[in-house]
């Protein structure tokens, strides 16, 4: 007999103790380890190997950061990182006569080898337009003029529908009350019965243009969205999540928001892949429904398989962590969806 098929036979009694036991020696080990820093540490070596792949994955994203600055190409997470820096150092009251010297070196260093590597796209004319602005406004300094003249051996003069810092007044007015905007908010339920219609690359294109406008940390945009369109190859994607058993089969679409932890030098940053990749889901979740398209977040727990089967299904590097998986479609009318009561205001405000 297996020990499945012997566990299945204990008597109820038999198996809650047993469970409990084995809760309890848990729970007593987790209050010894969490006592320090150290006991910690010791314990997700020791006892839990919970945590190995972040581990992993974060010392591979701060090795292909620096692999890619140390290439002849573009970095763009740097490159982005450091050109909105300068913007913020341009909108600064007062703005200070100088600033950015210890990083204007590296950052016109990466500019130049995209431009020299052929690399031409949005962000490239943005860091033109704003490192132009820079050098104009800031004073004199050997390490400001140094990479002043190399700059401008690189520079693509710009003069129409520049790529700098505006000011507020300039926004479009929104059109949008927030009763408006309230409607659109309790439209967007967790849909999980579609109809068997397909979805079109060009609406997700619209949407995923609206997703990239949310804000993210330094402009790094550090993810992406890989789209698995048609029933089957959606199945296959949805059923590596938990918590999709007896509805993945009539998802006609999923997407999987992935980090990238590349986009990173330093470890302290390795969390917010899932602040910028959590942003943009939401505002893709609302631009899905503004064009007739339903959606519905599933969850990502961080766990060894599921991770390992996405990563082959996708093709995903090591370093590049899934931060949710989003369904899409077009909602079956008679499909349910859960009331799913809400926090009121009263319970998630501590003023201070």
């Not at 294109?205 to 992406?224: G, I, K, T, Y």
């Amino acid at each position: 007999m297996s020990l499945m098929s012997l566990a299945r036979a204990l008597p109820d009694p038999v198996k809650n103790a047993i469970k409990a036991t084995r809760d309890n020696t848990g729970l007593a080990l987790v209050r010894l380890f969490s006592s320090s820093g150290f006991l910690s540490s010791a314990y997700y070596c020791l006892i839990s190997r919970e945590f190995d792949r972040e581990h992993r994955a974060v010392l591979l994203g701060r090795l292909h950061f620096a692999q890619r600055m140390r290439g002849k190409g573009e970095n763009d997470a740097f490159l982005r990182r450091n050109v909105h820096r300068l913007e913020k150092g341009l909108i600064m009251r007062p703005r200070r006569s100088t600033f950015a010297e210890d990083y204007i070196g590296p950052t016109v260093r990466c500019y130049a080898d995209a431009t020299r590597a052929g690399v031409i796209n949005g962000q490239q004319r943005w860091a033109n337009d704003v490192l132009t602005d820079y050098f104009s406004a800031v004073g004199s300094t050997p390490r400001i003029d140094s990479a002043k003249r190399a700059f401008t051996s690189t520079e693509n003069p710009n003069e129409t529908n520049r790529c700098v810092p505006y000011p507020h007044s300039q926004l479009p007015d929104c059109p949008v009350s927030y009763d408006e905007l309230m409607v659109l908010f309790r439209r967007r339920r967790s849909v999980r019965w579609y109809q068997d219609k397909p979805v079109s690359n060009e609406l997700i294109e619209q949407a995923v243009s609206a997703a990239a406008l949310a804000p993210s940390a330094c402009n790094r945009q550090p993810f992406r969205f890989y789209v698995s369109n048609g029933k089957e190859k959606a199945a296959e994607v949805a059923k590596c999540a938990g918590g999709t058993a007896g509805f993945h089969d009539n998802l006609p679409c999923v997407i999987a928001v992935v980090g990238d932890l590349g986009c990173y030098p330093e470890a302290r940053d390795r969390h917010v892949v899932y602040i910028d990749g959590s942003l943009a889901a939401m505002q893709l979740m609302l631009a899905l429904e503004s064009l007739g398209l339903s959606s519905c977040s599933i969850n990502w727990p961080d766990v060894e398989e599921r991770e390992r089967q996405l990563a082959k299904i996708l093709g995903l590097a090591y370093q590049e962590r899934t931060v949710m998986l989003l369904a899409v479609g077009y909602a079956d009318p008679t499909g349910g969806i859960p009331y799913s009561d809400k926090k009121t205001a009263d319970d998630l405000i501590v003023f201070n």
